[in-house]
């Protein structure tokens, strides 16, 4: 079921502009997370604090929660998934996925998920233009060992968001860069941007299907630890279902659940 949807970007600025997040300016970071849609158990440890500069100056740091005054998202669950060619190469090169905290698995190596929303999982930086979330996911090829690691991404550069990148860690060491991972289409972006619908009985907002292509410095990357992807190949779609109001559980897309599966 869906309801009716916003394609004007100027309506849909409009209502992001009036969801603000007075949660989000006071949050303490030294609190538990925040009880609603909380970040998975069963992922890697992430190598980037959100309260100290672990990672390298000449990577971008989470802002602080006292300054995300600002995101359109309250609470909800973001779901990255593979497309079709990308798991196919996955299941070739027989290589370990996992996700990296607060970030979770998807059942069946369908891709990742993340908590999202202005409560400690993603924020807007005015000062760079960045959508940042924290965690990420790895890829490791089991014959030769060689790992590839991102550990903390964002979308940019606000409001003409057009590209992702993130911290990458290769066979686990930070590598002296911000890695541009994909890009997406601006005008489809705002155009899909807000989409109110029912999902699972419950109201959603945000994206269904934003496609990211990734790019040639990626593709690069991920060739060294013998992935074999096209520069432009459309690898993850994301669809986000999330709420203005804080303290809202949100489901995942449909059709896909999350993997509890605790691993040792």
């Known amino acids: ?8 970007t100027l309506t849909a600025l409009t209502v992001l502009a009036t969801a603000t997040a007075a949660s989000a300016a006071t949050a303490d970071r030294s609190a538990p997370p925040p009880p609603e849609n909380p970040p998975a158990t069963n992922c890697l440890p992430t190598n980037f604090a959100l309260d100290k500069p672990a990672a390298p100056g000449y990577y971008d740091k989470a802002p602080e929660l006292g300054t995300a005054f600002w995101f359109f998202a309250q609470s909800g669950t973001g779901t990255l998934t593979f497309t079709e060619k990308t798991k196919s190469e996955l299941k070739r090169l027989n290589a370990k996925v996992e996700a990296v905290c607060p970030v979770g698995p998807l059942k069946g190596g369908e891709g990742v998920w993340t908590p999202v929303g202005a409560q400690g999982y993603s924020n807007i930086n005015f000062v760079n233009g960045r959508i940042w979330y924290p965690g990420g996911w790895k890829f490791t090829n089991p014959k030769t060992g060689r790992s590839h690691k991102v550990d903390g991404f964002w979308l940019h550069d606000f409001p003409f968001i057009s590209k992702a ?42 994206p269904k ?5 990734i790019t040639e410095a990626y593709a690069k ?11 432009g190949e459309h690898v993850i779609t994301l669809e986000i279902n999330a709420s203005i109001f804080p303290n809202q559980t949100l489901p995942l897309k449909p059709g896909l659940e999350k993997d509890e599966s605790v691993k040792k």
């Open 1 to 8: 079921m869906h309801l009716p949807k916003t394609t004007v």
């Open 165 to 206: 990148s993130a911290n990458v860690y290769v066979d686990d060491n930070p590598v002296p860069h911000e890695l541009q991972l994909a890009t997406m289409n601006t005008v489809e972006l705002y155009s899909d941007l807000i989409n109110p619908r029912i999902n699972q009985g419950k109201i959603s907002l945000g």
């Open 209 to 213: 299907e934003w496609k990211f292509k």
């Open 221 to 231: 990357e991920l060739r060294e630890i013998g992935a074999d992807i096209d520069a």
